[in-house]
């Protein structure tokens, strides 16, 4: 097996794995979603602010790799959204030290 560090790694560090996360959704559900992290980084890399327009972008790349089922897009933008805020403040204050 040929380790592809540049898609993720698992929590164990275990390279080729898929990195996975818990996303919270408004009502409280929690769901497993894989390279969210990775796009984070990709929208944080080409200036993208948070808003309510990349959201919608962040779960298209999103659904690409995982399943979001009919009629809950609007739950997984408000959630992306959420911690896409989280994500970009944290990275700002890092570049400003």
Excluded: H
């Amino acid at each position: 097996m040929t380790a592809q560090i540049d898609q993720g790694m698992c929590p164990c560090n275990a390279p080729g794995i898929e990195a996975y996360r818990l996303l919270t959704l408004p009502d409280g559900g929690q769901v497993r979603v894989k390279w969210l992290d990775k796009i984070f980084e990709e929208a944080y890399r080409e200036g993208k602010g948070p808003d309510l327009s990349v959201a919608n972008e962040l779960v298209s790349r999103l659904s690409e790799n995982n399943y979001i089922p009919s009629g809950t897009r609007t739950e997984y933008e408000i959630a992306v959204f959420k911690e896409y805020q989280k994500f970009f403040v944290e990275r700002e204050k890092r570049r400003a030290r």
